[in-house]
């Protein structure tokens, strides 16, 4: 409009003068205007959107955005905040996709969302961009959750890892040592209650969500069970140490050890009530240790972390969690958000986002930092953790896998189903899921 609007003027003007040499004085103005345009809108910097879950902005923002984009200063980063639970924000993810067009460029990606989003073709490949070496830097178990078939699409800004936290100064003064078995947690949180010396023994996440899944698969894992075999696709919920892991799970509750909250409550509302003093263990991530450790928090110094209790004869579960990058192939700028992911995964960028945040490294040497480990002496045990972590199944049919489970095991922990019940038709009905028979 303004350009023919510019033009017109300028043929009326050049008529009236018919003169050449103003015209061609004229075609030199008009052109020179036009390359000034032509810069001016080249010069815009290109917007990066990218959507992350609420907790997760401010670390991104001030360890990893800033120093990017002082570097780069053609590209800008702006995130989205998302809602806190890990699932509200892939259904935001997912609805932007479906709808067409989506505004995302980059891609924050949970560890089970690779498949859903590469089989959907939402993601671009991103096997051709990065060395073996380069990858060998990272856990193997994260950069795993980065393909699909034999495909990357994400690289792994931070790893996760279920633990347990406990009050080390109760457990001290009642003469207990960190409990191993389920049993255990149960005996030291009640006896902790009975002497008042706690309001509660045991937060963990229980609302029907993501959250809730990886709790159960930490205490499946250490009950000896499992949910899928992703391989062979057979289903293990209606198995008895899937009726252990649950029972474990209802008697905190019916014992009055876990707060009936519980049933409600995602990583952040536990945290808080541990923070503030009034439970004696906490199952939640690594990212809870600076929180609760921060100068005015009641339990500065108090505490501990270990790897989540088990079944006698058993072993410690831990589930794997984590984030890392995809690029949405819709973007129109793949090639800035691929400097975007080189930076985010760079050791500097992610030695800052580790100690700002107290995330779990995905760079395998992080783990063992002298800097890291002075702030977070927990790291280099983490490491052997989240190497034998447990993956929830890496399945395309991961979301609505996911899904049956929260819901069943939802049902009987708010006592509308018992626990027998709920679990045999959570296998089933995965089990039709998957078309499997197992
Ligand atoms: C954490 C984990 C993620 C998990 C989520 C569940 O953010 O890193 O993998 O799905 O919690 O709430």
Do not use: C
């Not at 030291?188 to 010396?197: A, E, F, K």
């Not at 937060?203 to 069970?225: D, H």
């Amino acid at each position: 409009m303004l350009y023919r609007q510019l033009f017109n003027q300028l043929q009326k003007f050049l008529q009236k003068l018919r003169s050449w040499r103003a015209g061609v004085f004229l075609s030199v103005l008009l052109s020179v205007t036009l390359l000034l345009i032509w810069r001016a809108i080249a010069q815009q910097p290109v917007t990066l959107n990218l959507l992350m879950p609420a907790p997760d902005v401010q670390p991104m923002r001030e360890a990893m955005v800033k120093g990017f984009e002082a570097e780069n200063p053609g590209i800008r980063i702006n995130i989205v905040e998302g809602p806190n639970a890990a699932n509200a924000v892939e259904d935001l993810y997912t609805s932007a996709f479906l709808l067409g067009g989506s505004p995302y460029d980059l891609i924050n990606l949970d560890v089970i969302w690779t498949s859903k989003f590469a089989a959907a073709g939402w993601l671009l490949d991103l096997t051709d961009r990065v060395t073996k070496e380069e990858l060998a830097a990272f856990s193997s178990q994260d950069v795993e959750g980065g393909r699909y078939q034999g495909r990357l699409y994400r690289l792994p800004i931070r790893s996760d890892v279920g633990m347990l936290y406990y009050r080390e100064d109760l457990l001290k003064a009642a003469g207990f040592e960190p409990p191993e078995t389920f049993e255990d947690l149960l005996k030291i949180s009640q006896t902790l209650q009975q002497q008042d010396r706690t309001n509660w023994g045991f937060l963990w996440q229980g609302r029907q969500y993501e959250g809730l899944v990886t709790v159960f698969v930490e205490v499946l894992e250490g009950a000896g069970g499992f949910w899928i075999n992703p391989d062979t696709l057979e289903v293990g919920l209606d198995r008895p140490e899937s009726l252990r892991a649950v029972e474990f799970l209802r008697s905190t509750l019916q014992q009055g050890i876990s707060p009936p909250g519980v049933t409600t409550y995602i990583e952040e509302d536990t945290r808080r009530i541990f923070q503030s003093g009034q439970a004696a263990f906490l199952r939640n991530w690594p990212y809870v240790w600076p929180l609760a450790n921060e100068e005015n928090s009641p339990v500065r110094g108090k505490i501990a972390i270990k790897p989540m209790v088990h079944a006698p004869g058993q072993s410690a579960g831990a589930t794997l969690g984590g984030w890392g990058l995809g690029i949405a192939k819709t973007t129109r700028h793949p090639d800035e958000a691929w400097r975007a992911i080189q930076y985010f995964t760079n050791r500097e960028a992610q030695r800052r986002f580790i100690l700002q945040a107290g995330y779990v490294p995905s760079r395998l040497d992080l783990f063992t930092d002298p800097e890291i480990v002075a702030v977070y002496p927990h790291f280099p045990q983490l490491l052997e953790v989240v190497e034998n972590a447990v993956l929830r199944p890496p399945i395309a049919q991961y979301a609505q896998a996911s899904d049956i489970l929260q819901r069943y095991l939802s049902g009987t922990l708010t006592n509308r189903m018992s626990p027998e019940q709920a679990m045999r038709a959570a296998a089933n009905e995965t089990r039709r899921l998957l078309g499997s028979r197992g």
